[in-house]
Nanobody, 115 residues
Framework: QVQLVESGGGLVQPGGSLRLSCAASNRILSFNSMGWYRQAPGKQRELVAVITSGSFTTYADSVKGRFTISRDNAKNTVYLQMNSLKPEDTAVYYC?????????WGQGAQVTVSS
């Protein structure tokens, strides 16, 4: 059973930074892609960033230039570096892995941006 475990969420002031980590129990090189999604209260879950097995990246327009997704294959971990955080970035952030024939989700990490 492949598992994804997020860490690194928390409370930060506007303009601050956080780094989320997503550790997988299997080799992430076997995944087609991994990504981060977020869901704010009362809103639908939305894509934040995705990185493919070939390290091609895609970002939501709202986070381009502020967030960076990266991967460490040796540690089976994907990261989301979030800089210049805004109150509208407040949400539960979910790690996602796309495998052939299925999609996996982590349990979520709360990120709150507030003064």
């Amino acid at each position: 059973q492949v598992q994804l475990v997020e860490s690194g969420g928390g409370l930060v002031q506007p303009g601050g930074s956080l780094r989320l980590s997503c550790a997988a129990s299997n080799r992430i090189l076997s995944f087609n892609s991994m990504g981060w999604y977020r869901q704010a209260p009362g809103k639908q879950r939305e894509l934040v960033a995705v990185i493919t097995s070939g390290s091609f990246t895609t970002y939501a327009d709202s986070v381009k230039g502020r967030f960076t997704i990266s991967r460490d294959n040796a540690k089976n971990t994907v990261y989301l570096q979030m800089n210049s955080l805004k109150p509208e970035d407040t949400a539960v952030y979910y790690c996602n892995a796309a495998l052939t024939g299925r999609v996996l989700w982590g349990q979520g990490a709360q990120v709150t941006v507030s003064s």
